[in-house]
């Protein structure tokens, strides 16, 4: 795997830290919180723009959405005691193929 995509991996991680912190702030009410969003949500766009000089803008965008969607979800499901229900699941699996299509179909 490139570093750049390495990159997009690690800006999608750091996606859902911002939207986990963004839920936390309370609408920017709360300092840390809202700090660790305004911290993550900064990174993430740096290491996106960084992977963007040499990855499709298209594919990597996406990738990048759809890893911060899809972790979302699935650390809510995981740590905040949001419903795990078969449609929702389906729905991240069919987002996370989706990532994997467009990472194998790149070129």
Do not use: N, Q
Request: charged share 10%; proline share 3%.
């Amino acid at each position: 795997m490139s570093l750049a995509w390495m990159l997009v991996l690690l800006a999608g991680v750091l996606e859902v830290g911002f939207a986990l912190s963004l839920k936390e702030s309370h609408g920017f009410t709360k300092l840390w919180p809202s700090v660790a969003a305004m911290a993550c949500g900064g990174a993430s766009f740096l290491l996106l723009t960084l992977a963007l000089k040499s990855l499709p803008v298209g594919t990597a965008y996406a990738v990048w959405t759809g890893l911060g969607a899809a972790g979302t979800v699935v650390v809510g499901i995981l740590v905040l005691d949001e419903p795990a229900s078969a449609g929702r699941l389906t729905s991240v699996a069919l987002v996370l193929a989706g990532i994997v299509g467009l990472k194998l179909y790149e070129t």
